[in-house]
């Protein structure tokens, strides 16, 4: 019985230092996220309680170890007091995913930057850079309107020498694969962190 005590004792211990290991990950993901959306929108409010929900982690993950480790029932206590609100703030996420949502946002902010752009030359050349994209639908965006494409739609060849043909993508479309693969990322997250509560909790049941 003690065998399997102290089994279930360290197994907990490992678990929790991987929800550590996951927490600081997600604050790092959720801090750098939090700087491409406007302040106060939902899709910023989202990343605000992503970052709580990190820190929550990592914290409970230091708890249920000391917890676990010198068999304190408050700790424990307090420990599956914040697994139940992260299991809460997980389902919360999930029940808000839409992926149409963060498609109009991604809209908004890339005609917003184009509109930008034809009043001052420069401002799509960030996401150009970035993302290998060429205007808002495509470097014809430039080309219709008589406008000289910019160095940021061209692809650095050797010797630093631009090629010959721009990204064909436009920045619409590119950012916008870019941000719904972070997306879809983290919802798979949420839904692993979920079933590596449950597995805790179980395991402190017994």
Request: proline share 1%; with cysteine.
């Amino acid at each position: 019985m003690a065998t399997v005590r102290s089994y279930l004792q360290w197994s907990i211990v490992v678990v929790n230092i991987f929800c550590i290991i996951f927490g600081i990950i997600g604050v790092i993901e959720s801090a750098l996220e939090l700087q491409k959306y406007n302040y106060g929108s939902l899709d910023y409010t989202e990343k605000i309680v992503q970052i709580i929900m990190g820190v929550a982690l990592v914290v409970s993950g230091f708890i249920g170890c000391g917890g676990s480790l010198n068999g304190s029932l408050k700790l424990l206590s307090l420990y599956i007091f914040i697994l139940l609100m992260l299991m809460i703030g997980h389902v919360w996420k999930l029940w808000r995913y839409d992926e149409s949502r963060v498609r109009n946002t991604i809209e908004v902010m890339i005609t917003y930057t184009w509109i930008e752009e034809l009043v001052e030359r420069g401002k799509m050349n960030p996401l150009q850079y970035n993302y290998h994209c060429c205007g808002k639908r495509g470097y014809s965006d430039y080309t219709t309107l008589n406008l000289k494409i910019p160095d940021s739609c061209y692809r650095l060849e050797k010797n630093n020498k631009k090629a010959f043909y721009p990204y064909g993508e436009g920045c619409l479309s590119a950012v916008s694969s870019a941000y719904l693969d972070i997306y879809r990322a983290e919802k798979w997250f949420h839904v692993s962190l979920i079933g590596i509560e449950v597995s805790i909790e179980s395991k402190e049941e017994i």
